[in-house]
């Protein structure tokens, strides 16, 4: 017996055991807290939230959906424990973007057949701040200048109608151009706003444009080139070859909308594609941003190309979190 009671006690359960409880993991599941929410109308552009909150018996992964009733926007959390409470500020996980709508409510767990469901009311959608280019809710900004080639099929201007991402309207280029890689151009200049300068900080690392950009399922060939030019010596002007030009191409990525975000420091100089050196002094001056100017376009072999843009936007401090 005394050979065995230092085994014994060895084995006893330490009553500070930090691991999981087994039941926590493998026990029977049961609703502990049915859905509920803390408010049934939620006003995101004055800064409301709506929590959502629910209890289980054990550890699960449960998964929230909202899902606009107008505009078919939705948004997914997906977590897990036993507890819910998601407190939820108006943001969208699948375009198009909340608007003032009813929405369904959604609460799931996996591995159980119930859902839980409720509804909550948007007054207002959530505000991004930032500075806003062009939403193209009112059109193209007249101040813009713009330059179409004379191809096939030409299809810039607006859209009012299909899978709109926010509001009622985005902004289309397409065609099919024979001789040249470019199909058509938008340049946007401060002064489309009444500005010499874009106002932004001079932190690069601060400041992030942004948009929303839609690449048909049936058209993989377009890219757009984001051009961002610098006027490094302030007299007012872009002169091409001695200031700071910095670009970027997009191209490719999933089918349908999505969100592009990119840190101002992080966009590269480039020549005919290829990184090269700034032709001014090389530094990201995102506070001396004189035009930014976006071009579409697609090998001259590969036919037909078309993309959209919407909800163009300079943000500070972080990505837009649409």
């Known amino acids: 017996m005394l050979l065995c009671f230092p085994f014994w006690n060895a084995c006893k359960v330490d009553p500070d055991f930090d691991g999981p409880d087994l039941n926590d993991l493998y026990g029977p599941f049961a609703l502990t807290e049915g859905l509920s929410s803390s408010r049934d109308s939620v006003d995101f552009g004055a800064g409301e939230s709506v929590l959502f909150t629910a209890g ?23 977590e897990f424990g036993s507890l819910v409470a998601f407190d939820w500020k108006g943001e969208t996980t699948f375009f198009p973007m909340f608007r003032s709508e009813w929405c369904a409510v959604e609460l799931t767990v996996e591995n159980q057949p119930d859902t839980l469901r409720d ?37 810039f201007g607006l859209l009012n109608s299909g899978d709109i991402p926010q509001g009622q309207r985005a902004y289309s280029m397409g065609g099919t151009v024979t001789w040249d890689w470019l199909i058509g151009m938008i340049d946007i200049p401060a002064s489309a706003y009444g500005l010499t300068y874009y106002p932004l900080s001079s932190n690069a690392n601060n400041v992030y444009f942004n948009m929303l950009m839609k690449k048909p399922a049936e058209y993989d060939n377009g890219v757009l080139l984001l051009r961002f030019m610098e006027d490094d010596n302030e007299d007012g002007s872009f002169t091409a070859g001695s200031e700071d030009m910095y670009a970027i191409e997009i191209k490719g990525g999933p089918d349908g909308w999505r969100l592009v975000s990119l840190k101002y420091n992080d966009i590269k100089s480039l020549v005919n594609g290829v990184e090269s050196a700034p032709d001014g002094n090389g530094i990201h001056e995102p506070n001396k941003l004189f035009q930014v100017s976006m071009l579409f376009l697609a090998n ?15 943000t500070e401090g972080s990505p837009l979190a649409p």
């Open 119 to 155: 509804t909550v009311f948007i007054v207002a959608p959530k505000v991004n701040n930032g500075f806003l280019l062009s939403d193209f809710e009112m059109g193209l900004n007249p101040s813009w200048q713009s330059f179409i080639q004379s191809g096939q099929n030409m299809n």
């Open 56 to 78: 289980f018996s054990k550890r699960v992964d449960w998964t929230i959906g909202i899902k606009g009733l107008t505009s078919g926007a939705h948004k997914e959390q997906k």
């Open 300 to 314: 001259p072999a590969s036919g037909y190309s078309e993309t959209a843009i919407d909800y163009v936007v300079f």
